[in-house]
């Protein structure tokens, strides 16, 4: 399960996502169980906490074709 939030133009939007996510020939797979769709991500280690997504083929349709995202680990306590 990933919770996502996302912040654009000021607004916050959060929502969670099940699924299923691999790493397959050095590419992040990540299939969304309500959809059955599949994104592909190239990948880069920013740091030992950050992680650079950008999308190599979206299985929705999505309005930026661009789309990157960065994402941070979370140490459990």
Not at 20 to 47: A, C, M, P, R
Request: no cysteine.
């Amino acid at each position: 399960m990933l919770l996502f939030t996302a912040i654009e133009n000021g607004e916050v939007e959060s929502f969670t996502e099940k699924g299923q996510w691999w790493i397959e020939n050095g590419e992040f797979h990540e299939l969304h169980f309500n959809s059955g769709k599949t994104d592909v991500y190239i990948y880069s280690f920013i740091d030992e906490n950050h992680l650079k997504f950008k999308a190599k083929n979206i299985g929705i349709s999505f309005e930026n074709s661009e789309y990157e995202f960065i994402d941070t680990k979370i140490e459990d306590e």
